[in-house]
Nanobody, 127 residues
Framework: QVQLVESGGGLVQAGGSLRLACAASGRTFASYTMGWFRQAPGKERDFVGG????????QYTDSVKGRFTISRDNAKNMVYLQMNDLKLEDTAVYYCGAATASSTYAVFTNSRSYDNWGQGTQVTVSS
């Protein structure tokens, strides 16, 4: 098990930037594939971006490609989501997830692959 705590959310104008951070507890952080998901009111939790255990493989949902960047620092037990050129439709609660992975290159886009979640951080984009 790993405990996750997200931070960095807030209110930003369209076109602005935010950097989300997720701090993980425990000494086995490098054994987890990490992902960012988001959930808008009345909608399901959707995949945003994921990163492999070694940080080499990444995947993004199409709507954020070229605007969002996921990264991780295994020495600090941290994963980040840099969000640029934010749009109104990016408004949601953003969750950090950790998935047990045997492969160092695997990235998972299905929320059911993740067995550890943070409490979420609100991102609101205004016009």
């Amino acid at each position: 098990q790993v405990q996750l705590v997200e931070s960095g959310g807030g209110l930003v104008q369209a076109g602005g930037s935010l950097r989300l951070a997720c701090a993980a507890s425990g000494r086995t952080f490098a054994s987890y594939t990490m992902g960012w998901f988001r959930q808008a009111p009345g909608k399901e939790r959707d995949f945003v971006g994921g990163i492999s255990r070694n940080g080499i493989s990444t995947q993004y949902t199409d709507s954020v490609k070229g605007r969002f960047t996921i990264s991780r620092d295994n020495a600090k037990n941290m994963v980040y989501l840099q969000m640029n050129d934010l749009k109104l439709e990016d408004t949601a609660v953003y969750y950090c997830g950790a998935a047990t992975a045997s492969s160092t290159y695997a990235v998972f886009t299905n929320s059911r692959s993740y067995d550890n979640w943070g409490q979420g951080t609100q991102v609101t984009v205004s016009s």
